[in-house]
């Protein structure tokens, strides 16, 4: 499978701080991007970050790629219980238009 | 922002019999659609891609018999789960490409399940 790992699975944090999820991938890409999903819901584009960027900031987001490690990191700072919810990576390879999905981060933070 | 909207949200049915789901973009022309299955606490597993006007391309282990694909428009793609059974419950989701940069825009999510 050409999926991709994130870790930790799951992410329990107080209300205020912040929340770090990592993905790891395996081919080439050209970009990846983070999404977020409450449960039962669909899905929620957050950012994407090119394969010749390093970090992105986007509110209280901030992601991070290396491309020499095939890793990404997605950092939530102050987080608010509406954060509650699993976040993905996924990964776009060149000329190509399928992304490859992580295996998900179950974050919930706690009031 | 494009919208890609599912019908139904939801839908249950007996065993053997065929469900439809439709995924439309509201406000764009979708050159590529995507259908993706997601089971209870796991990631999204791309099933197919669709084209407008020809057939769809199946992953590998999606039986395209069982789940037939029509890219009819621009805006509408349907999948037919045939003959569902217990083990085809699922959440169901679509997206569409066509606004350049290949982001997809996905679609709300049409949670199945067989009786």
């Known amino acids: 499978s050409q999926q991709g790992e994130e870790d930790p699975q799951a992410l329990s944090i107080q209300e205020g701080e912040n929340a770090t999820m990592n993905c790891s991938y395996k081919t080439s890409i050209n970009n990846l991007q983070w999404y977020r999903q409450n449960s039962g819901r669909g899905l929620v584009h957050l950012i994407l970050i090119r394969s010749n960027e390093r970090e992105k900031h986007s509110g209280r987001l901030r992601v991070t790629l290396d491309t020499s490690k095939k890793s990404s990191s997605l950092l939530i700072t102050a987080s608010r219980a509406a954060d509650t919810a699993s976040y993905f990576c996924a990964t776009l390879p060149f000329h190509n238009e399928k992304l490859t999905f992580g295996t998900g981060t179950r974050l919930t933070i706690i009031p | 922002g494009a919208v890609v909207s599912q019908h139904p949200s939801w839908v249950i049915c007996k065993s053997g019999t065929s469900v439809k789901i439709e995924c439309r973009s509201l406000?764009?022309?979708?050159?590529?659609m995507f259908w993706y299955r997601q089971f209870p606490k796991q990631s999204l597993m791309l099933m197919a891609t669709?084209?407008?006007?020809?057939?769809?391309?199946?992953e590998q282990g999606v039986e395209k018999d069982k789940f037939l694909i029509n890219h009819a428009s621009l805006t509408l793609s349907t999948l037919t789960v045939t003959s569902a059974h217990p083990e085809d419950s699922s959440f169901y989701i679509c997206?569409?490409?066509?606004?350049?940069?290949?982001?997809?825009?996905f679609g709300p999510g049409t949670r199945l399940t067989v009786l």
């Open positions: 406000d764009f022309q979708a050159t590529t």
């Open positions: 997206s569409a490409t066509g606004l350049g940069d290949n982001e997809q825009f």
């Open positions: 669709s084209n407008e006007g020809s057939k769809a391309t199946y």
